[in-house]
């Protein structure tokens, strides 16, 4: 399997625009997390789905985040309008079956908002 | 709220030596445990996962232990190499299905 994919690897963006974070996970697995690591923070959890349907959100800081999952094998991570301090390396990680198993990331988008 | 500490925030070590890291958290209501390794740049990686019921897991020269009472755990790295510097994370998951990280371990082992 390809692991978990996200796209694009790299995003730079004025302040104010939409920003659109794509994610595929490994195929079989029901579970998905969005995450953001900033040096400040550390990694923090935004929201996770369990068979496409949001089960925590708590993490997601503003009304500007939205995500979504229409189907098992893709997500997106919503920001609108970008803010500076969105400025952060956005993770996607996914499990297969119940929490007891591990956790795969993908390699990240890093988001530059200026 | 779980909170993850991990200490210590960076290590350095010489080629060959073994080491300890380790991981606490306050809730020990946990699901499972797991430690990853971050290069600089990069997405993190699975190294071990511990169930709560479980003590520890052994991969290569990894090893973590899991004390659940006492709210701990840790990773011991046998004949350290070069290649094993990297940030270590750990990540307590609780019954809910939530993850939360610790601000990780910046290893580096010298040459």
């Known amino acids: 399997d390809a692991g978990v994919i996200q796209s694009p690897r790299h995003e730079v963006t004025e302040m104010g625009q939409e920003v659109t974070l794509r994610c595929k996970p490994i195929s079989g697995h029901n579970s998905l997390f969005w995450y953001r690591q900033t040096m400040m923070r550390g990694l923090e959890l935004l929201i996770y789905f369990n068979n496409n349907v949001p089960i925590d959100d708590s993490g997601m800081p503003e009304d500007r985040f939205s995500a979504k999952m229409p189907n098992a094998s893709f997500s997106t991570l919503k920001i609108q309008p970008s803010e500076p301090r969105d400025s952060a390396v956005y993770f996607c990680?996914?499990?297969?079956?119940?929490?007891?198993?591990?956790?795969?990331f993908g390699p990240g988008t890093r988001l530059t908002v200026t | 709220k779980q909170e993850v500490t991990q200490i210590p925030a960076a290590l350095s070590v010489p080629e060959g030596e073994n080491l300890v890291l380790n991981c606490s958290f306050t809730d020990s209501a946990i699901y499972n445990l797991q430690w990853f390794r971050q290069d600089p740049g990069k997405g993190l990686t699975s190294l071990l996962l511990i169930q709560s019921s479980q003590r520890e897991q052994t991969s290569g020269r990894l090893n973590a232990s899991l004390d659940k009472s006492s709210g701990r755990s840790t990773l011991y790295i046998a004949a350290s190499q070069p290649g094993d510097s990297a940030t270590y994370l750990c990540a307590v998951r609780g019954n809910a299905g939530k993850s939360t990280f610790g601000d990780g371990t910046t290893l580096t082992v010298k040459p």
């Open positions: 990680a996914s499990n297969q079956g119940d929490r007891a198993n591990e956790q795969y």
